[in-house]
C-alpha cells in the first residue's frame, strides 16, 4: 500500500504537522506493506523536498515547483494530486487549513468518501475520528479503493526529522 503525504510548508521549511501525517502514513503502510512518499507542491521549495526526503520513513519526495503552487491554491494543488493518485492507495493531509482545503476536493474527484481529522490507524481500512465535538470517538471504516484521509496533529507522535535515507524526484506540473 503506497502512501502519498501532502507536505505543508512555507516554500523554506518543512511544517511539525507533516511530521505527524507522516508517523499515520508509516502506520498505514505498515499493515499493507508499502512505501511512504512526501509531495511537496510550491515555489522554490526544492529544499523543503530534501528536508522531507530526510524524515525517518520516507522512501521518496516528490517535489513540484511551479509558482501556481506557491499559496498553495486548492484549485491548483488538487488537480496535481489527482493526477498521481493513480500509483498511491491514500492520500495523507495534515489536518490544517491547507488539508482541509485540498483532501475534500481530491476526494470529490476521486469519487470518494474522506476521512476526517483521525486519531488512530485500526487497520488498512479503520480509523478513529472525533465526533460530536469531540465528546464521542467513532471507528469509521472504508471500503473505497483509494483513502483521503486527513490527520488530526496532536495525535501522532512526530517523525523523526533524520534518519531517512529518501530520494528528490523532481515531477511534471499542471501548472495554474
Do not use: W
Amino acid at each position: 500500500m503506497s502512501i502519498l503525504v501532502l507536505a505543508e510548508h512555507d516554500n523554506q521549511h518543512l511544517k511539525d504537522a507533516t511530521l505527524a501525517a507522516v508517523t499515520a502514513a508509516k502506520q498505514l503502510a505498515g499493515f499493507a506493506g508499502g512505501d511512504v512518499v512526501v509531495l511537496v507542491a510550491g515555489s522554490g521549495c526544492h529544499g523543503v523536498a530534501e528536508e522531507a526526503a530526510k524524515v525517518e520513513g520516507v522512501a521518496k519526495a516528490l517535489c513540484a515547483d511551479d509558482a501556481a503552487y506557491g499559496d498553495a491554491l486548492a484549485e491548483n494543488v488538487a488537480p496535481l494530486i489527482v493526477g498521481l493518485m493513480a500509483g498511491y492507495d491514500a492520500l495523507v493531509c495534515p489536518a490544517t487549513s491547507r488539508g482541509k482545503n485540498i483532501a475534500p476536493r481530491v476526494a470529490a474527484a476521486l469519487d470518494v468518501a474522506q476521512i476526517s481529522d483521525i486519531l488512530s490507524v485500526e487497520s488498512a481500512d479503520t480509523f478513529t475520528r472525533p465526533i460530536y465535538a469531540g465528546n464521542a470517538i467513532a471507528t469509521v471504516q472504508s471500503a473505497d479503493a483509494k483513502k483521503v484521509i486527513t490527520v488530526r496533529g496532536t495525535a501522532f507522535p512526530k517523525a523523526a526529522t533524520s534518519g531517512g535515507s529518501g530520494t528528490v524526484e523532481k515531477i511534471a506540473t499542471t501548472g495554474d
